[in-house]
């Protein structure tokens, strides 16, 4: 149990609403490893922050059970508390008084030396701006400080819901840097999107969600890796190519003036078919799908009902990525 920060089994929550019951999170079997950045990712009103509020005892599960670093909550959430850091809704901090101050006051309720403040500041690059009043700190900055007030304690596990919500690219950047940075020093860092790539550089493995339900679980590589190639083909004469293509086995759309062959791993295969009928290459590039198209298809089309089973399940995370940091 001690190489998962968090795990969830069968985690389910439905509200009772005045047509009946929404289920917000629908046996959900989340499974994240100790050490990296981890993508929360599913669209709007797909159960992320439901299911973050259960795990931080915000709300009360319907049934299902959840540990977060190993121990059972929320009966241990007392013991473990100490050791994570959350940032769940807009953070508040006084606005006329400086970032400094503001964490100060943090580390005192909290306990903690105030010489981490210092630590802390540095860590998010905001070390600088330390004696300007918050009111003048630009959202990117603002959450950046809540992120700094959640290193206070030392953290090993951080949960973030949503934090790039609101800001503007130079923002999301800023705060994509600072969260990367935190994966980089074997914390573990559950961040939640409903945009793609938001999270696609920084994290190290995934969770898709939709309607409440896992889509996907596993490491980027795997999951941009577990989908078939896809190549796109120009020749003089695409429906001719067309037809030898799918006589081969593989699948073919037009793509303007060029095809799309789905399902050769090998571009060899393309070549010699098709030389062996007298048609040449202009071109043939292989296209490999980004994580971008992958969440799409998968969050569009998974028009699951109750009963239809977990959807997608990628091969279960390696043992090199859950060791770590045992
Ligand atoms: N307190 C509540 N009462 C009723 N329905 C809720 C409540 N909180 C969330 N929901 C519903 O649960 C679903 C998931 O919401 P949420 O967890 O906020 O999604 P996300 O964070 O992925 O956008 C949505 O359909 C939402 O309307
Ligand atoms: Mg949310």
């Known amino acids: 149990m001690g190489e998962l920060a968090i795990q969830t089994k069968g985690l389910h929550k439905s509200y009772r609403t005045l047509r009946g019951t929404r289920v917000a999170v629908d046996q959900l079997d989340l499974e994240v490893p100790v050490g990296g950045v981890h993508g929360f990712l599913g669209p709007n009103g797909s159960g992320k922050t439901t299911t973050i509020r259960m795990l931080l005892g915000l709300c009360r599960p319907s049934h299902g059970t959840m540990h977060l670093l190993g121990r059972p909550v929320p009966h241990h959430l007392p013991q473990v508390m100490g050791h994570i850091g959350a940032v769940v809704e807009r953070p508040r901090f006084f606005p006329n008084f400086s970032g400094r101050l503001?964490?100060?006051?943090?580390?005192?309720?909290?306990?903690?030396?105030?010489?981490r403040v210092e630590t802390v500041l540095k860590q998010v690059g905001l070390?600088?701006?330390?004696?300007?009043?918050?009111?003048?700190?630009?959202l990117g900055m603002q959450q950046r400080l809540a992120v700094?007030?959640?290193?206070?304690?030392?953290?090993?596990?951080?949960?973030?819901?949503?934090?790039?919500?609101?800001?503007?690219?130079?923002?999301?950047?800023?705060?994509?840097?600072?969260?990367?940075?935190?994966?980089?020093?074997?914390?573990t860092v559950l961040v939640s999107s409903h945009i793609l790539s938001e999270v696609e550089q920084i994290a190290d493995t995934v969770t898709i969600i939709g309607r409440g339900r896992m889509l996907a679980s596993g490491r980027v590589v795997d999951l941009l890796g577990a989908r078939a190639s896809r190549m796109r083909v120009q020749v003089d004469d695409p429906t001719r190519a067309a037809q030898l293509l799918v006589g081969d086995g593989l699948a073919v759309t037009l793509d303007g003036p060029a095809l799309l062959v789905e399902g050769a791993t090998d571009p060899a295969r393309i070549t010699r078919l098709l030389a062996g009928h007298q048609l040449y290459l202009r071109e043939l590039v292989a296209s490999r799908r980004d994580l971008e198209s992958v969440y799409l298809e998968l969050t569009d089309r998974h028009d699951l009902r109750p009963g239809d089973g977990p959807g997608i399940r990628l091969p279960p995370l390696p043992a090199t990525a859950r060791a770590q940091e045992n």
């Open 102 to 115: 503001n964490l100060e006051l943090q580390a005192q309720a909290a306990g903690v030396d105030r010489a």
């Open 127 to 138: 070390a600088e701006r330390a004696n300007d009043a918050y009111r003048n700190y630009s």
């Open 148 to 187: 700094a007030g959640t290193l206070l304690k030392d953290p090993q596990l951080l949960i973030f819901d949503e934090p790039t919500n609101g800001l503007d690219p130079a923002g999301i950047h800023e705060v994509r840097e600072t969260i990367r940075d935190l994966g980089r020093e074997g914390r």
